[in-house]
């Protein structure tokens, strides 16, 4: 019987500097795509697929994330003397619960892998799920659930390490983690393989590893020895192909959408995406697009 993912992981302590001049001040993770900051989505995303504890690698300059999941007595108050009752209520609806959130600080840049080994001492012993905080997803395939919660399905069925992957154009895996596909059993497959921005016309596949994983705890042991990679960082990809060697690692094709907000184009599609679905805004928005498009 597998252990249920309860833990996961976000790393935010990303400078976001492909969004100067605007994320000087606000973090990139606090940028908001329709009316929720890029973060809340994705623990909108961790709260869907059963995460109870939610695990903030933070940098300097990043205190307003954790300002934001904790209470804002001032504003609530606020809220409540106004009668706006709606707001209220939504606001509490996002509240994490007392003990759900811990933060913990990556002091130095050193890379995705580093970041994830600053995490070791609060996940324990226990499996635990990754999320890059610069990727949000969409449930709009006939699963109806988002990418997280696709993935713990397939730890539930396989056990083990599970990588989301996403098919990419076989001209654009040179840009990308790749896996060589296994045994194939539909919507999850045996990873056989593993390699970090392959050279044109060398990829084993041209499913690239998005931005949601399922580790077990043995990965720590191997982002300790701080081997660096690529960009001289240490990379959780290369900490996973070693892992590979021991353990059974399994990807999973996300029914769905996913958008990366780190780049000004995904971040642009995900607040038409969202936007066009928001059950306020979404007619409206849709009719204010098409009169930019005529």
């Known amino acids: 019987m597998t252990k249920p993912i309860r833990k ?27 009316d929720r900051p890029v973060v809340q989505h994705v623990i909108d995303e961790a709260r869907e ?98 990418c997280l919660a696709q993935a713990v399905e397939a730890h539930e069925k396989h056990g083990g390490n599970i990588i989301a992957v996403e098919e990419v154009q076989p001209s654009e895996t040179h840009q990308y983690g790749i896996v060589a596909i296994g045994k194939d059993y539909g919507a999850s497959f045996e990873i056989a393989g593993m390699v970090e921005k392959p050279p044109q016309g060398t990829a084993p596949s041209n499913w690239m590893i998005s931005g949601r994983y399922i580790l077990n705890p043995e990965i720590f042991a191997l982002l ?38 780190g780049s000004k184009l995904g971040f642009l599609a995900a607040n038409i995406a969202f936007g066009l679905a928001h059950p306020e805004v979404g007619g409206p928005f849709r009719a204010e697009i098409a009169k930019h498009l005529t």
Do not use: N
């Open 49 to 146: 697929a059963g995460i109870e504890h939610f695990i903030f690698v933070t940098g300097r300059g990043k205190s307003v994330i954790e300002d934001h999941f904790d209470m804002a007595y001032e504003l609530e108050d606020t809220l409540q003397r106004r009668g706006k009752k709606k707001e209220y209520e939504a606001l509490m609806a996002d509240l994490p619960k007392a003990g759900e959130t811990s933060f913990t600080r990556q002091q130095a840049p050193l890379g995705l892998g580093h970041a994830v080994w600053c995490a070791r001492d609060i996940v324990g012993d226990e499996p635990f799920a990754v999320l890059l905080p610069d990727m949000i997803t969409m449930a709009c395939g006939a699963k109806k659930s988002r």
């Open 224 to 261: 300790a020895q701080g081997k660096k990679g690529a960009g001289g960082e240490i990379q959780l990809t290369d900490a996973m192909i070693e892992l590979a060697r021991q353990q059974s690692f399994h990807g999973v094709r996300f029914d769905g959408r996913t958008y990366d907000t």
């Open 8 to 34: 996961a992981v976000l790393p935010v302590a990303g400078l976001g500097t492909r969004f100067l001049p605007a994320t000087k001040a606000v973090p990139k993770e606090m940028l908001t795509v329709v």
